[in-house]
């Protein structure tokens, strides 16, 4: 490892569907107005973080909508479009810059199937992929975490973690996961949120913050 290297962490983890890729943009078209897309997407947050161990990602999804009023066909039009979820822009640069000095790994809220199939979006080398089916919780439960970083073979303290919400600040903060929020769209923090070490609207800030994660000020 070369002495620019050494200030990387060993392992970058990302979420994926938030952080990495416009997940928003096909909830919204599935729900039928930016709206509704919005509304269904927080209720089906609401029951994907109180649930905690894995319920079926799909079955959320279909009980969110019924829970917010709409019709049966705005998560089967989620699901068939899946394959149209496109990167937020700066995301493959971002893991371009990083890949020469560290792992990179994604952490999950969905099915495995789900999971790969979003990963795959991204032509990178992933060194792991999680999902919460594959662990059995959803975040922020620890053990998605947890499994990802034992994959890994990496300490929590020798990565980082980039988010895509501040719930995942509920359990990356706990386990000592430094973390970078790309908080694209401007969400509030969710009460009791641990601030992160950075919080911007690109990934622009990503690798260079990256850079300096094992240097002293």
């Known amino acids: 490892m070369n ?8 392992a970058v983890l990302f979420d994926l569907l938030t952080a990495l890729l416009d997940s928003w943009t096909l909830w919204n078209e599935s729900a039928g107005s930016p709206e509704h897309g919005r509304i269904w997407r927080a209720e089906y947050l609401k029951l994907t ?5 894995y319920v079926d990602y799909e079955t959320l999804v279909q009980r969110a909508a019924r829970n917010v ?5 705005a998560a089967a039009s989620l699901r068939q479009n899946w394959q149209t979820l496109q990167p937020w822009h700066g995301a493959q640069e971002a893991l371009e810059r990083l890949q020469p ?3 990179l790994a994604v952490v999950t809220n969905c099915s495995i ?3 790969r199939e979003a990963a795959s979006i991204l032509p990178i080398r992933w060194d ?17 975490y947890l499994l990802a970083l034992d994959k890994l073979g990496i300490a929590a303290h020798d990565a980082a973690f ?6 995942d600040m509920l359990g990356t903060a706990p386990l000592g996961l430094r973390t970078y929020w790309h908080n694209h769209i401007s969400l509030a923090p969710v009460p009791g949120s641990t601030a ?3 919080e911007s609207p690109t990934l622009e800030a990503l690798p260079d913050w990256a850079s300096r994660f094992n240097t002293t000020s």
Do not use: W
Request: hydrophobic share 30%; net charge negative.
């Open 196 to 198: 992160p070490d950075i």
């Open 162 to 167: 980039v988010a895509g919400s501040s719930y």
């Open 69 to 73: 009023g709409l019709p049966e066909r």
């Open 128 to 144: 792991a992929i999680v999902t919460a089916e594959e662990a059995g919780f959803y975040k922020p439960n620890a053990r998605p």
């Open 3 to 10: 002495d620019t290297t050494s200030h990387y962490p060993k």
């Open 113 to 115: 199937a789900l999971g």
């Open 101 to 103: 000095h560290c792992k």
């Open 49 to 53: 973080y109180e649930c905690g161990a």
